[in-house]
């Protein structure tokens, strides 16, 4: 399916959603802002970004969504396909969750 088509599936009922001053937020993985939208949806898109705290309670661990499944085998046919990134615009609201989720998981250390 296509991420216009699951987007419009999703966009309304999904389990993510959250309502509050007449905004609407979404908490599903790998999306970067929070926000309910199509650009930041971590559903629905093939290559996402996200950011999750490390296993051991230090740091964090930047978690790369990709495509499954086997590659084409004529791949440098039109254009460079491993210089596709992820999108432009992830840099600065990937660097600033990822600062968030390691001061959390910094102030519940030292509460225990």
């Known amino acids: 399916m296509s991420a216009h088509l699951q987007w419009m599936v999703v ?3 999904s389990s993510f959603l959250i309502k509050r001053n007449k905004q609407t937020y979404s908490t599903e993985p790998n999306n970067l802002k929070a926000r ?3 650009r930041y949806n971590g559903l629905i898109h093939r290559k996402t970004v996200g ?3 490390a296993a051991d309670g230090k740091g964090v ?4 969504k990709r495509r499954s499944g086997r590659k084409s085998g004529n ?10 990134g992820v999108g432009l615009g992830t840099g600065f609201p990937l660097g600033r ?5 390691s001061r ?9």
């Open 11 to 13: 966009r309304n009922c």
């Open 97 to 101: 969750l990822a600062s968030s989720v």
């Open 104 to 112: 959390a998981c910094l102030s519940l250390c030292l509460h225990l």
């Open 51 to 53: 950011v999750e705290p």
């Open 36 to 38: 309910n939208s199509f």
């Open 61 to 64: 661990v930047v978690v790369i």
């Open 75 to 84: 791949c440098h046919r039109g254009g460079h396909p491993w210089r596709q």
